[in-house]
């Protein structure tokens, strides 16, 4: 018997030598043989193979096989952020640093989540202006919520907590506890409140003034490589970005309806096509469905948005150009 998997290895010796046990209870039963196996790159019951290293049965005429998979270019594009974009790290930096120490002082579940949220905050402001604004605004309204109603905080607070499996999650189960860690406070005492929301105001301003100037360096450098790869003048040029958060992908793919701003791709006149965790998998003839954006991004967008959910169950071998 042959048994395959993809499943990658994630990090975690202990749950990969449970995943092996399902074979055989005796082979690699702890992580020290499953180290040193690796560590000799030889082991007696399985094989690995990267897709790099699989080819094709040799040619009938040449007796040479070839590669399956096309050789990947990786290429690292660096970019300077502006000066306003700086000051907005700088007093992001600062607000996070003072609600991380307000965070580490208490033991409690909140402060946790709290924690955790910080370091999501600065991982939003690498995404996009627009990302990182639209937290900062719901972070200030649901601080507004408490402090017009501190009662209805207490009795819909529960001791949230970042999940054991939150990296094993869907897309869009981690886009919803990320959303519900937003609401969490340490204290609820007034005068915090309204000093976390005087700075949450100013910073949102300033993120503002940035977007409104339009020369967001990210946005930039995304646009001098669209151009360079002649996306603007080749309708049948097909090129997928991978963003890590929604807010992004409606940054730049959003149709305008609904609260979600005209996506600056669409402004651009790139048609463009989606794909995100809120989106069933669907078929071919059903909008709105991962399959169909599959369709419709195969025959007629250039450019697909995509979250993470683009990588299961989507073939998107036929696009040569991705930007991560």
């Keep these: 018997m042959l048994l395959m998997t993809a499943t990658p290895h994630k990090g975690n010796p202990q749950a990969f030598c449970l995943f092996l046990e399902l074979l055989d209870h005796d082979v690699y039963a702890n992580v020290k043989s499953l180290d040193e196996a690796m560590l000799k790159q030889s082991a007696p019951f399985y094989i690995r193979r990267t897709k790099e290293a699989l080819v094709t049965f040799p040619d009938p005429k040449t007796n040479k096989p070839k590669h399956i998979f096309t050789k990947r270019n990786v290429n690292t594009v660096e970019f300077k952020i502006n000066e306003t974009e700086l000051e907005l790290y700088d007093l992001l930096t600062d607000f996070v640093e003072e609600q991380s120490v307000k965070a580490s002082i208490d033991?409690?579940?909140?402060?946790?989540?709290?924690?955790?949220?910080?370091?999501?905050?600065?991982?939003?402001?690498?995404?996009?202006?627009?990302?990182?604004?639209?937290?900062?605004?719901?972070?200030?309204?649901?601080?507004?919520?408490?402090?017009?109603?501190?009662?209805?905080?207490?009795?819909?607070?529960?001791?949230?907590?970042?999940?054991?499996?939150?990296d094993e999650l869907s897309d869009e189960e981690q886009s919803e506890i990320l959303e519900e860690l937003e609401n969490i406070v340490v204290s609820i005492d007034p005068v915090t409140l309204k000093k976390d929301i005087f700075v949450l105001n100013k910073l949102i301003d300033k993120a503002k003034i940035a977007e409104k100037q339009g020369i967001e360096s990210k946005l930039t450098q995304l646009k001098e490589l669209l151009t360079g790869e002649k996306i603007f003048g080749d309708p049948k040029m097909k090129m997928l970005i991978f963003t890590e958060h929604k807010d992004t992908l409606d940054y730049l793919v959003g149709d305008g309806k609904e609260g979600r701003p005209l996506g600056k791709l669409r402004e651009w006149g790139i048609k463009v096509a989606q794909i995100h965790g809120g989106m069933k998998i669907g078929d071919r003839d059903t909008p709105g469905t991962r399959i169909y954006a599959e369709r419709e991004f195969r025959e007629n967008a250039q450019v697909l948005v995509a979250t993470e959910a683009a990588g299961e169950g989507i073939n998107l071998q036929f696009c040569w150009l991705s930007i991560c």
């Design 107 to 166: 033991k409690s579940p909140a402060a946790r989540a709290l924690g955790f949220t910080m370091a999501m905050l600065q991982r939003r402001f690498a995404s996009s202006l627009y990302a990182v604004r639209r937290t900062l605004e719901r972070m200030r309204d649901n601080r507004q919520k408490i402090l017009d109603d501190p009662q209805k905080y207490r009795q819909d607070k529960i001791n949230n907590k970042l999940p054991d499996d939150f």
